[in-house]
Protein backbone atom coordinates (compact mmCIF):
# COMPACT_ATOMS: atom_id res chain seq x y z
CA UNK A 1 0.00 0.00 0.00
CA UNK A 2 2.83 2.44 0.99
CA UNK A 3 4.63 1.44 -2.36
CA UNK A 4 1.09 2.19 -4.58
CA UNK A 5 0.53 5.84 -2.70
CA UNK A 6 4.53 6.25 -3.22
CA UNK A 7 4.08 5.77 -6.73
CA UNK A 8 0.42 7.91 -7.54
CA UNK A 9 2.42 10.45 -5.73
CA UNK A 10 5.32 10.59 -8.36
CA UNK A 11 2.91 10.23 -11.00
CA UNK A 12 0.72 13.19 -9.77
CA UNK A 13 4.31 15.28 -9.58
CA UNK A 14 5.35 14.11 -13.14
CA UNK A 15 2.16 15.48 -14.00
CA UNK A 16 2.60 18.13 -12.86
CA UNK A 17 5.44 19.48 -14.55
CA UNK A 18 5.14 23.08 -15.97
CA UNK A 19 2.15 23.67 -14.83
CA UNK A 20 1.13 26.30 -11.78
CA UNK A 21 -0.46 24.24 -8.56
CA UNK A 22 -4.45 24.12 -9.14
CA UNK A 23 -6.14 26.22 -6.26
CA UNK A 24 -8.89 24.08 -4.72
CA UNK A 25 -12.57 24.43 -5.95
CA UNK A 26 -14.77 26.41 -3.63
CA UNK A 27 -17.60 23.95 -1.95
CA UNK A 28 -19.90 24.40 1.02
CA UNK A 29 -17.75 23.35 3.72
CA UNK A 30 -20.93 21.70 5.54
CA UNK A 31 -20.67 18.97 3.29
CA UNK A 32 -16.81 18.71 3.63
CA UNK A 33 -16.34 15.23 5.94
CA UNK A 34 -15.52 15.38 9.31
CA UNK A 35 -17.17 18.53 9.20
CA UNK A 36 -18.70 20.25 12.64
CA UNK A 37 -20.43 23.13 13.51
CA UNK A 38 -19.47 25.80 15.66
CA UNK A 39 -20.46 26.22 19.01
CA UNK A 40 -19.85 29.25 20.35
CA UNK A 41 -21.23 31.40 24.01
CA UNK A 42 -24.56 33.67 22.73
CA UNK A 43 -26.51 36.11 24.30
CA UNK A 44 -29.73 35.07 24.88
CA UNK A 45 -32.20 35.52 21.98
CA UNK A 46 -34.32 39.13 21.49
CA UNK A 47 -37.97 39.25 20.71
CA UNK A 48 -38.27 41.39 17.93
CA UNK A 49 -40.27 43.81 18.58
CA UNK A 50 -41.53 47.60 16.06
CA UNK A 51 -41.98 50.90 18.30
CA UNK A 52 -44.16 52.83 17.03
CA UNK A 53 -43.64 55.77 14.40
CA UNK A 54 -40.43 53.81 13.63
CA UNK A 55 -38.13 52.82 10.73
CA UNK A 56 -36.15 50.00 13.01
CA UNK A 57 -36.75 46.94 15.25
CA UNK A 58 -35.44 45.76 18.03
CA UNK A 59 -31.93 44.00 18.53
CA UNK A 60 -30.79 45.44 14.92
CA UNK A 61 -27.75 47.34 14.80
CA UNK A 62 -28.43 51.43 14.42
CA UNK A 63 -26.82 54.14 12.97
CA UNK A 64 -25.88 55.82 16.39
CA UNK A 65 -25.93 52.65 18.40
CA UNK A 66 -22.14 52.33 20.35
CA UNK A 67 -20.80 48.86 18.32
CA UNK A 68 -18.25 48.62 20.57
CA UNK A 69 -18.06 44.48 22.17
CA UNK A 70 -20.61 44.48 25.74
CA UNK A 71 -22.01 41.12 26.07
CA UNK A 72 -22.15 37.38 25.26
CA UNK A 73 -20.73 36.03 21.52
CA UNK A 74 -19.65 39.85 20.57
CA UNK A 75 -15.93 39.95 18.89
CA UNK A 76 -13.70 42.86 19.67
CA UNK A 77 -9.71 43.10 18.38
CA UNK A 78 -6.45 42.48 20.81
CA UNK A 79 -3.58 44.70 20.33
CA UNK A 80 -1.02 42.15 22.01
CA UNK A 81 2.33 44.12 22.24
CA UNK A 82 4.50 42.72 24.85
CA UNK A 83 8.13 43.99 25.23
CA UNK A 84 9.89 43.24 28.20
CA UNK A 85 13.08 43.25 29.30
CA UNK A 86 14.78 42.38 32.42
CA UNK A 87 18.75 42.20 34.34
CA UNK A 88 18.85 41.19 37.93
CA UNK A 89 22.41 40.72 39.13
CA UNK A 90 23.03 39.01 42.58
CA UNK A 91 26.12 38.15 44.40
CA UNK A 92 26.33 36.43 47.84
CA UNK A 93 29.69 35.80 49.73
CA UNK A 94 30.14 34.76 53.76
CA UNK A 95 32.49 33.58 56.01
CA UNK A 96 33.55 32.22 59.74
CA UNK A 97 36.36 31.08 61.28
CA UNK A 98 36.28 29.89 64.68
CA UNK A 99 39.07 28.56 67.25
CA UNK A 100 38.40 26.82 70.95
CA UNK A 101 40.88 25.85 73.08
CA UNK A 102 40.28 23.95 76.52
CA UNK A 103 43.03 22.60 79.29
CA UNK A 104 43.20 20.97 82.62
CA UNK A 105 44.98 22.37 85.66
CA UNK A 106 45.82 20.95 88.97
CA UNK A 107 45.35 17.42 89.99
CA UNK A 108 43.86 16.17 86.67
CA UNK A 109 46.94 18.17 84.76
CA UNK A 110 49.83 16.66 86.46
CA UNK A 111 47.92 12.95 86.04
CA UNK A 112 47.55 13.88 82.52
CA UNK A 113 51.59 15.42 82.39
CA UNK A 114 52.65 12.00 84.19
CA UNK A 115 50.95 9.80 81.45
CA UNK A 116 51.81 11.97 78.52
CA UNK A 117 54.75 13.77 79.32
CA UNK A 118 55.09 15.53 75.57
CA UNK A 119 51.85 16.86 75.43
CA UNK A 120 50.74 20.10 78.21
CA UNK A 121 47.74 19.76 79.81
CA UNK A 122 46.86 23.15 79.83
CA UNK A 123 46.46 23.05 75.65
CA UNK A 124 45.51 19.30 75.61
CA UNK A 125 41.87 20.26 73.68
CA UNK A 126 42.14 22.59 70.79
CA UNK A 127 38.83 22.74 68.22
CA UNK A 128 38.50 24.92 65.04
CA UNK A 129 36.21 25.63 62.61
CA UNK A 130 35.86 27.49 59.53
CA UNK A 131 32.92 27.84 56.49
CA UNK A 132 33.00 29.88 53.99
CA UNK A 133 30.18 30.09 51.14
CA UNK A 134 30.13 32.07 47.54
CA UNK A 135 27.05 32.23 45.08
CA UNK A 136 26.32 34.21 41.95
CA UNK A 137 23.56 34.74 40.64
CA UNK A 138 22.32 36.69 36.88
CA UNK A 139 18.99 37.06 34.82
CA UNK A 140 19.15 39.03 31.06
CA UNK A 141 15.84 38.27 29.30
CA UNK A 142 14.28 40.37 26.51
CA UNK A 143 10.63 39.64 25.29
CA UNK A 144 9.13 41.42 22.23
CA UNK A 145 5.62 40.13 20.60
CA UNK A 146 3.45 42.64 18.64
CA UNK A 147 0.10 41.50 16.98
CA UNK A 148 -3.93 41.41 16.88
CA UNK A 149 -6.40 38.88 17.48
CA UNK A 150 -9.92 38.62 17.56
CA UNK A 151 -11.51 37.41 20.91
CA UNK A 152 -15.03 36.67 21.75
CA UNK A 153 -16.78 37.45 24.94
CA UNK A 154 -17.77 34.49 26.82
CA UNK A 155 -19.05 35.96 30.23
CA UNK A 156 -20.51 38.99 31.85
CA UNK A 157 -19.56 39.52 35.44
CA UNK A 158 -22.05 40.81 37.74
CA UNK A 159 -20.37 43.85 37.95
CA UNK A 160 -20.22 44.46 34.17
CA UNK A 161 -16.88 43.30 33.45
CA UNK A 162 -16.06 40.97 30.49
CA UNK A 163 -14.49 37.79 30.12
CA UNK A 164 -13.15 37.42 27.01
CA UNK A 165 -11.25 34.26 25.00
CA UNK A 166 -9.39 34.58 21.81
CA UNK A 167 -7.26 31.94 19.57
CA UNK A 168 -5.12 32.06 16.46
CA UNK A 169 -4.08 29.28 14.13
CA UNK A 170 -1.82 30.01 10.96
CA UNK A 171 -0.46 27.40 9.18
CA UNK A 172 2.52 27.52 7.03
CA UNK A 173 3.56 24.00 5.42
CA UNK A 174 4.16 21.62 7.84
CA UNK A 175 4.46 24.14 11.28
CA UNK A 176 1.11 25.85 13.03
CA UNK A 177 1.59 28.77 14.97
CA UNK A 178 -0.87 29.07 17.81
CA UNK A 179 -2.04 32.58 19.69
CA UNK A 180 -3.82 32.09 22.84
CA UNK A 181 -5.46 34.92 24.95
CA UNK A 182 -8.59 35.09 27.73
CA UNK A 183 -8.75 37.27 30.34
CA UNK A 184 -10.97 40.23 31.78
CA UNK A 185 -11.47 43.46 30.43
CA UNK A 186 -13.73 46.87 31.61
CA UNK A 187 -16.35 47.66 28.98
CA UNK A 188 -14.93 51.32 29.09
CA UNK A 189 -11.54 50.16 28.14
CA UNK A 190 -12.24 49.11 24.57
CA UNK A 191 -11.62 51.91 22.14
CA UNK A 192 -14.19 53.45 19.55
CA UNK A 193 -12.94 51.10 17.28
CA UNK A 194 -13.55 48.42 19.16
CA UNK A 195 -9.79 47.44 20.59
CA UNK A 196 -8.21 46.73 23.69
CA UNK A 197 -4.49 46.79 24.14
CA UNK A 198 -3.41 43.62 25.91
CA UNK A 199 -2.17 45.58 28.96
CA UNK A 200 -5.32 46.47 30.50
CA UNK A 201 -6.41 43.00 30.41
CA UNK A 202 -6.58 41.78 33.95
CA UNK A 203 -5.49 38.06 34.59
CA UNK A 204 -4.04 37.84 31.08
CA UNK A 205 -3.17 34.47 29.64
CA UNK A 206 -1.19 35.10 26.25
CA UNK A 207 0.48 32.06 25.01
CA UNK A 208 2.40 32.34 21.49
CA UNK A 209 3.86 29.59 20.70
CA UNK A 210 3.93 26.77 17.77
CA UNK A 211 3.38 22.72 16.68
CA UNK A 212 4.88 20.88 14.09
CA UNK A 213 7.85 19.10 12.70
CA UNK A 214 10.62 22.43 13.21
CA UNK A 215 8.69 22.23 16.70
CA UNK A 216 9.15 18.28 17.38
CA UNK A 217 12.93 18.33 15.86
CA UNK A 218 13.53 21.43 18.50
CA UNK A 219 12.46 19.16 21.20
CA UNK A 220 14.76 16.82 23.04
CA UNK A 221 13.40 13.02 22.67
CA UNK A 222 11.29 11.55 25.47
CA UNK A 223 14.36 9.23 26.41
CA UNK A 224 16.39 12.41 27.22
CA UNK A 225 13.69 13.94 28.67
CA UNK A 226 12.95 11.03 31.03
CA UNK A 227 16.71 11.30 31.67
CA UNK A 228 16.87 14.78 32.39
CA UNK A 229 13.69 14.19 35.04
CA UNK A 230 15.89 11.59 36.96
CA UNK A 231 19.22 12.67 36.48
CA UNK A 232 19.03 16.63 36.94
CA UNK A 233 22.21 17.03 37.74
Do not use: H, W
Not at 79 to 101: C, E, F, G, L, M
Not at 106 to 134: H, K, M, Q, R, Y
Not at 214 to 226: E, H
Amino acid sequence: MGISLTACTTANRIASIGKAPSLTAIENPQARAGYKPVSMPMPEPEKVSYQPNSLFISGKRGFFKDQRASKVGDILTVDVTIADKAQIANKTSRSRTSTNDAGAGGVVGSIFNSVVPDVSANGAIELSSGSADTGDGSVNRSETLDTSVAAVVVQVLPNGNLVIEGRQEVRVNFEVRDLIIAGVVRPEDIGANNTIPSEKIAQARISYGGRGQITDVQQPRYGQQFMDAILPF
